[in-house]
């Protein structure tokens, strides 16, 4: 059974004429043609933010790695037993997750 707002709403329906229901048809699509734009600008802000991102995120991996390759020239030895080390408790730790 409806509700008393439901049943008046449907009385109000029933009353429109075909110049109220073309004035609520251009509200609609006026709407639907805002939200639209508005989603549109903001994918398009998105894509630009994850562009500036993804440059910058490349810039620094490469950064970085070169850093990295310049102390392990420079310090072999250290940066083989921290490897090492590394691997090691790596290891310990996949053996342990098995059990």
């Not at 707002?5 to 073309?22: C, T």
């Not at 639209?36 to 933010?49: D, F, G, P, S």
């Not at 810039?59 to 090492?84: C, F, H, M, W």
């Not at 080390?85 to 053996?95: P, Q």
């Amino acid at each position: 059974m409806l509700s008393a707002k439901a049943k008046a709403a449907a009385e109000k329906i029933k009353s429109f004429d075909e110049n109220d229901v073309q004035s609520i048809s251009e509200m609609v699509r006026h709407e639907v043609e805002h939200a639209t734009h508005v989603l549109a600008e903001r994918a398009k802000e998105a894509e630009a933010r994850l562009r500036h991102f993804a440059d910058h995120a490349g810039d620094d991996v490469k950064r970085y790695s070169g850093q990295a390759k310049q102390k392990i020239e420079e310090n072999p030895v250290p940066a083989t037993l921290i490897a090492l080390g590394v691997g090691f408790v790596l290891g310990a730790l996949l053996i342990r997750g098995r059990d």
